[in-house]
């Protein structure tokens, strides 16, 4: 083949890699616009998705504040007792105090006292006690359920007769103003405690070192920070640091309560939080250590009071709301003696105390007035192997 020949075919290889060429580029450029294209199509379609999501969301926020101003009062200061809000107990507390009589006046002063928190799961699910274990204590919001005039803060509070001022032990029953105490007896019944945490499992919270009584309902729980809940400096009234006023001399035990005890175990035991008669005879000298009569019974030991089976007494309850105390069960014996009740995991003791403050635990009993046939009930063996 000429050179002329070569020529020719030279050209027409370049036209058709030309050719070629020009074909990939259209179809890679089209490719690109429908590429582009498609993505602006996904960017507008993602820009309307989150429009709507933001006015929804915007939608949804009028929507919450019209039903809270709807179903929530908002508080007016000529209309207050119209108020409300959405709370509702979030569990229940099983404790060894039975009953009102003999709960102590503070947290942690009886540190054998114990009691389980049980949640509604409904409400509460387990999940939302995880981590709670790592911390010593915690806080406790309940309500003071047993009290006995909550049916007058139903009432117009013209028409409550709530009382400004209560009885105080350590004042020896002189009145101070209720929100200079820890008074059970207020306008809102609503306490607040502190607590060891023990263990957590499940759906259940063991606690130490409680002043709550059995069925006591809880609001919420809250962990105790102590860079923050102690307050390094912080002052108190002298009155309230007269200990004196509440302790007792001694306690001690009749000869014969220990197998009487032993008796009222082999019924107890499945629904007790502790492990032995040993160990709640222990919990009953600890409960004991402190005086735990009210005011009027302390001012007038020798009035005589009738026992009912939940411990409570004729007295007027109202008349002594002795500001961080509840009432104790008492009884006259034959000989003109006053017995005192406690009661504890359902067992019923009976002690005296004389002029010098000091305790004798006489008897025990099962207590009529507590229902033995709970059983989901809370119990040691289902917490033995975190408590030792």
């Known amino acids: 083949m000429d050179s002329r020949g070569y020529s020719i075919l030279t050209l027409a290889l370049a036209a058709v890699f030309s050719a070629s060429s020009a074909i990939s580029f259209y179809i890679c450029r089209k490719k690109w616009v429908e590429s582009d294209l498609k993505v602006k199509e996904l960017q507008k379609s993602l820009n309307s998705a989150l429009e709507k999501c933001a006015a929804e969301r915007q939608g ?6 019209a039903l809270r101003k709807a179903v929530v009062a908002q508080p007016k200061y000529d209309n207050l007792e119209t108020t409300a809000y959405p709370m509702a107990p979030i569990g229940i507390i099983q404790s060894c105090f039975s009953t009102r009589n003999g709960t102590p006046r503070q947290p942690l002063l009886v540190p054998l006292a114990r009691a389980c928190l049980v949640f509604d799961s409904a409400r509460v699910p387990p999940a939302s006690l995880e981590g709670l274990e790592e911390y010593s204590h915690c806080w406790i919001i309940y309500v003071f359920h047993l009290n006995t005039d909550l049916e007058k803060l139903w009432k117009h509070p013209s028409q409550s007769k709530f009382k400004a001022k209560v009885r105080v032990p350590r004042l020896k029953g002189g009145r101070m103003g209720v929100f200079a105490t820890r008074s059970p007896h207020r306008p809102c019944p609503i306490g607040l405690t502190v607590a060891k945490v023990e263990a957590v499992q499940g759906n259940m919270l063991l ?12 609001l919420d729980i809250k962990p105790y920070l102590p ?35 032993v008796d009222c175990w082999k019924a107890a035991e499945k629904r007790s939080l502790y492990s032995s008669p040993n160990e709640i005879k222990t919990l009953v000298e600890q409960v004991l250590s402190w005086d735990i009569r009210s005011v009027s019974q302390r001012n007038k030991p020798h009035d005589t009071l009738t026992k009912f089976g939940n411990g409570d007494s004729t007295s007027d309850l109202g008349d002594f709301q002795d500001g961080e105390a509840y009432g ?9 003696e006053i017995i005192y009740h406690l009661t504890l995991e359902g067992m019923d003791f009976s002690y005296k105390i004389d002029c010098n403050g000091n305790v004798i635990v006489e008897k025990v009993q099962l207590s009529s007035g507590i229902a033995s046939g709970n059983q989901k009930r809370c119990s040691y063996l289902m917490w033995k192997d975190r408590l030792n």
């Open 60 to 65: 949804r926020i009028r929507a919450q504040q």
């Open 207 to 218: 606690l130490s070192g409680v002043d709550l009584v059995d069925g006591t309902p809880v």
């Open 227 to 261: 860079y923050c809940d102690s307050i390094e400096g912080a002052t108190v009234p002298k009155w309230v640091m007269v200990d004196s006023m509440l302790s007792v001399a001694s306690v001690s035990f009749s000869d014969d309560l220990s197998s009487s005890l």
């Open 328 to 336: 104790n069960g008492t009884e006259v014996a034959a000989s003109g």
